[in-house]
């Protein structure tokens, strides 16, 4: 039958007349036809499909996703129907369709316009939207044929008139749909896929950084000694121009869940290598010269008020727990250090596979969890699963109203023995190969990062964070983090270090400027304490001397969109008192970003 239709609707006059007489709006109109039935010449539903067989047919294919892309390809809005041809404001009182239009759409509502109830004049565009307003009445035509539904004879004449009006119309109607069905068909021919999105990201970062290279008190002390180089002092001040590539590929198999693959290949610098300090990290860097890799995969799924996380590759505690930083956590898009994008010691960790899940008590609290293992794909002695590297936390949200949110979380991590990382590569930091023979055994691979000389360790951190978006332009985010660190057995040396201790802290805040300027564009300053410990258990004799002196960190950046897919982000962030040393002169890192989004 919509075959027939389709076909009818492509034909000559006569039977887009009697299209437009049966409509969608007729429940009512219906019963007053049945009391009308004795009283008024009408044609039955039997009589019109008659007339419809034996008209000549233009062939129109009219599948209903070819209505759509019609509709959306013609209108700039999407079509609303009206009652009352009175509502169609561009139709003149004086032209002779008029009355003729107004009884039609009264009786049977099946005239389409735009949103606005226009045609929006009497020129040639209009004369062809109104002939594929007609097309709307394809459906409910149908549908009332088949019910048997009378329609009066004084109105087919009246359609004859209307159609032989619009039937250049028709016919340029006709062709458009083809030309859509032949394109519609090379689209599924030639798609990606039905079900999976391809989105890519290309970043370009020219930076440099400038000051004097970082440097602990025992390396102070070589330097003062004679036994450092001094040259070791200075930072190369060549600038670098790298990029980095991800292709995200996006899964859904139900229009809820997501399989989440991204590949990723780049060449941007890690400036700890020139600075002496993990603390002056770029957020985006990425050192793998060139190769492809696929550094996530994850699943995440619904049921119920439940969200459920499982990840094979690369899994991060961010992609579950909420870091409370709207504007500055990407990487691609946010803060130009990798510190100010979110928290060290609560948000980050062992972490690649595992799983977590998301449970919606209610619109005001989140409850979130998670396992993740650094080492889930080693079945070797002390790595797999649940014998290498791990985290396991829960964060509650909070959310009082749709502008402040609250979330507080707790991590439990566990770090084998000569691969501890308290810091997550934020902290200070010392280089094997800048040390004497005959320390190097007592010195670990950083104060901050690793405290305990080799030793196995746990570290538990609790810490919250909070947004606030103060009213359409500003944007304050802030976060607290406290972690203890416990040494869990021997360090390198084979010294029990089990029962040691130490604490570390780490907080920032940041303000951002929506629209800056320019719709899009954001102005973000923030700040904030790297992580630091100032209580490091030790024997006496240890060269593990805690922080003496908190390390700051202050970054501004502008974001400027030039298009939908292009942004620029100039900025720099400064690092004083690099490694807890006030000793250490600051370093500056100057950034221009560029990321190109497709």
């Known amino acids: 039958m919509l075959n027939l239709l389709t076909k009818s609707f492509k034909t000559i006059p006569v039977t887009l007349g009697i299209f437009l007489l049966v409509t969608s709006g007729v429940t009512a109109t219906t019963n007053e036809f049945k009391t009308q039935k004795t009283k008024i010449n009408t044609v039955s539903s039997e009589e019109a499909l008659g007339v419809l067989k034996n008209r000549p047919q233009l062939k129109i294919p009219v599948s209903q996703d070819n209505i759509k892309q019609f509709r959306d390809t ?39 316009g735009y949103p606005d109830r226009t045609f929006r004049g009497n020129h040639s565009t209009s004369r062809n939207e109104f002939a594929a307003g007609l097309n709307s ?83 102070q002390d070589l330097l003062n000694q004679g036994a450092l180089p001094a040259e070791r002092r200075r930072i190369d001040d060549n600038a670098t121009f790298g990029y980095r590539t991800r292709l995200f590929l996006s899964t859904s198999f139900s229009g809820k869940d997501l399989l989440r693959t991204r590949i990723q290949a780049g060449s941007l610098p890690n400036l700890k290598e020139f600075t002496g300090t993990e603390m002056t990290r770029l957020s985006h860097d990425a050192q793998q010269n060139g190769n492809a890799v696929v550094n996530k995969l994850y699943y995440r799924f619904p049921a119920g008020n439940f969200t459920t996380w499982v990840g094979a590759e690369n899994l991060e505690i961010n992609d579950i727990f909420d870091e409370g930083n709207p504007f500055l956590k990407s990487s691609g898009t946010g803060a130009l250090s990798r510190f100010i994008r ?3 010691l609560t948000m980050r960790g062992p972490e690649g596979i595992g799983g977590g899940f998301a449970y919606k ?77 005959s320390v190097k055994n007592k010195i670990g691979r950083g104060i901050g990062r690793d405290p305990f000389l080799g030793a196995p360790t746990i570290r538990d951190s609790y810490g919250a964070n909070g947004n606030w978006r103060i009213n ?21 040396s084979r010294v029990s270090r089990r029962g040691f201790g130490a604490d570390y802290w780490s907080w920032m805040t940041a303000l951002s400027a929506v629209d800056f300027f320019k719709d899009g564009a ?36 502008y974001k400027y969109p030039v298009n939908d897919n292009i942004l620029l982000t100039p900025g720099f962030y400064v690092i004083l008192q690099p490694d807890g040393n006030n000793l250490n002169n600051s370093i500056w890192v100057g950034a221009l970003r560029t990321s190109f989004q497709f």
């Open 522 to 557: 954001v102005l973000s300053v923030a700040g904030g304490a790297l992580p630091n410990s100032r209580r490091i258990d030790a024997i006496p004799g240890d060269l593990t001397i805690p922080d003496q002196d908190t390390p700051y960190i202050i970054e501004a950046q």
């Open 137 to 219: 009445c394809l459906n409910t035509i149908e549908r009332l044929l088949q019910e048997n539904v009378a329609v009066l004879r004084e109105d087919i004449e009246k359609l004859k008139r209307l159609s032989q009006e619009f039937e250049q119309e028709l016919i340029a109607l006709g062709a458009r749909i083809s030309n859509l069905e032949a394109r519609a068909a090379f689209l599924e021919d030639h798609q990606f896929s039905t079900t999976t999105k391809l989105k890519g990201e290309v970043l370009f970062t020219l930076s440099s950084a400038a000051g004097e290279r970082a440097l602990d008190f025992r390396e």
């Open 342 to 344: 979110r928290d060290p």
């Open 361 to 437: 008590i209610n619109d005001m609290f989140t409850l979130r969890g998670l396992y993740l293992s650094k080492d889930g794909n080693k079945p070797s002695l002390g790595n797999g699963l649940f014998n290498g590297n791990f985290t396991a936390g829960s964060q509650l949200a909070f959310k009082p109203i749709d502008s402040v949110s609250f979330n507080f979380h707790f991590l439990h991590s566990y770090f084998k023995s000569n691969d501890v990382n308290i810091s997550s590569s934020t902290g200070s930091y010392v280089e094997n190969h800048f040390r004497s023979k």
């Open 74 to 112: 013609t209108f700039n809005n999407h079509m609303s129907q009206v009652t009352s041809i009175s509502e169609l404001q561009d139709v003149s009182p004086t032209d002779w369709a008029y009355e003729a239009l107004r009884s039609l759409v009264e009786r049977y509502g099946c005239i389409v």
């Open 472 to 492: 359409n332009t500003f944007n304050l985010t802030a976060w607290v983090g406290y972690s203890l660190a416990r040494a869990q057995g021997h360090d390198s």
